[in-house]
């Protein structure tokens, strides 16, 4: 241990995820761009594929028909018959798969536009400006076509005077004890939070911990309690172990991070898998933090994706330079090995887990991160399939999105078509053919590289 520093200084040294949501929200008030009125055009008339492998959002289905109309899936499933009145593309040698959920980001600027050109079709945001929720509320509800994917967010995250968040220079509503819980949880859902995030990053007894100061146990507690009140998630952004079980043992929904500081306990397990939380456990971004040198001759695995010919012509240069870019700090609490371990023991011991990026952080690029996580999870120990769901069905039945995350027939016709089986090989999900979202076709957006 090194003596010339202090305690919490020599504990703290790997904020990584603490300080991946505050690189984050640097841009957090550059607003989303206006939907407009796009929420009043027609849907698309449809369209149908036929001989596909179909992934459902649960299972594989072989040769299967899907067919959709007027913004919906109508029918899905092997003895379906192709319609004569629309168009119909052949699928063999191609899944199908529902549009994808990434269930941890933060949108502003293009945000949107840029996931879905990767076939993620809505998203799950973490924490940002609540200035586009109502626009984006109404939108999310038409089947009309459209060019971003849809978000549903928390809005502002549940944070102390001076906690973080609160650096930007823009208010941020805070709270310091209990009792203001359930008025800072109206005053969310009075703005059209979907959800309640809350950021907890206590110090220890011993005084270790990050250099800001955090919601307490007892305001975490009213917190989640306030939000589950009012039919709400309650989910907790933590980066360590202890804070971890003190989040689960609040009674919260779950996690947006794995911590990252120890390798999961049985206890975590246990008490995850006993309150039936789930665990998103972003760990494309704790990639992309990790201080450890590749091997020689190899790659960052945030650089191998920029790099890979399915993803690189579809990205834009911003994202090219985040995905390159060295970790920003030397911070070493962030350990990818780690993390991957504590997801093993998080699945194994049947604890459910969401694919969720933190992009737009350092490492990491809105919708092409979706797809290494997916990847990463597997590495973890899940099955393709099980990974798949982790991005589908998994979070659309934990946030209580009714229409999306499976294929089925009354569902919304956010689709996408890939070359190859996703269910054996998970990176086939990056070979995209199609996208469409709300059963019109999606033209991505393709930069060139400069000259
Ligand atoms: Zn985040």
Request: glycine residues 10%; without cysteine.
């Given at each position: 241990m090194d003596g010339t520093t202090t305690p919490h200084r020599r504990a703290w040294r790997g904020p990584a995820v603490a300080l991946a949501v505050l690189a984050a929200v640097a841009g957090l008030f550059l607003a989303l761009p206006e939907p407009g009125d796009e929420r009043l055009a027609p849907p698309a008339p449809g369209f149908a594929v036929r001989d596909v492998r179909l992934f459902d959002g649960e299972r594989v289905v072989e040769a299967a028909t899907v067919v959709v109309r007027q913004g919906r899936v109508v029918a899905a499933g092997a003895g379906v018959a192709a319609p004569a009145d629309l168009p119909v593309i052949d699928g063999r040698g191609r899944t199908l798969l529902p549009?994808?959920?990434?269930?941890h980001v933060h949108t502003w600027g293009d945000a949107l536009a840029e996931t879905l050109n990767f076939g993620v079709t809505t998203v799950l945001d973490m924490?940002?400006?609540?200035?586009p929720h109502r626009e984006l509320r109404r939108t999310r509800e038409a089947l009309s076509p459209r060019a971003h994917a849809d978000r549903f967010s928390a809005g502002h995250l549940a944070t102390v005077p001076g906690g973080h968040g609160t650096q930007f220079g823009v208010p941020v509503p805070t709270l310091s004890t209990p009792a203001e819980a359930p008025a800072w949880v109206d005053a969310r859902l009075a703005e059209g939070s979907d959800f309640i995030k809350i950021a907890y990053e206590p110090r220890s007894a011993e005084g270790l911990g990050p250099p800001f100061p955090s919601i307490d146990r007892p305001t975490l507690a009213a917190l989640v309690a306030a939000a589950q009140a009012r039919q709400r998630l309650a989910v907790v952004h933590v980066s360590r172990l202890v804070p971890a079980h003190e989040a689960l043992q609040a009674g919260a929904d779950g996690l947006v991070h794995v911590h990252a500081d120890r390798v999961a306990d049985a206890e975590l397990v246990q008490l995850a898998r006993a309150r039936g939380a789930f665990v998103t456990p972003t760990l494309a971004v704790i990639a992309g933090f990790d201080p450890t040198p590749p091997a020689p001759g190899a790659r960052r695995g945030n650089a191998l994706l920029a790099a890979d010919p399915a993803v690189r012509p579809y990205l834009t240069p911003e994202q090219r330079r985040g995905l390159e870019?060295?970790?920003?700090?030397?911070?070493?609490?962030?350990?990818l090995a780690g993390a991957l371990e504590s997801v093993r023991r998080l699945h194994a011991g049947g604890v459910e887990i969401l694919a969720g990026?933190?992009?737009?952080?350092?490492?990491t690029a809105h919708g092409a991160s979706l797809h290494h996580e997916l990847e990463l999870l597997v590495q973890a120990g899940l099955s393709p399939l099980q990974a798949l769901r982790a991005a589908t069905s998994a979070p659309a039945r934990r946030f209580g999105l009714t229409d999306r995350g499976r294929v089925a027939?009354?569902?919304?016709?956010d689709l996408l078509l890939v070359a190859g089986d996703p269910s054996a090989d998970?990176?086939?999900?990056?070979?995209?053919e199609r996208i469409w979202k709300n059963g019109a076709a999606v033209e991505r957006r393709r930069y060139p590289e400069a000259p």
């Open positions: 549009g994808l959920i990434d269930a924490f940002s400006d609540p200035g870019q060295a970790p920003p700090t030397r911070l070493v609490m962030f350990r990026s933190d992009a737009p952080n350092p490492g027939a009354g569902q919304r016709a998970i990176r086939a999900t990056r070979a995209i």
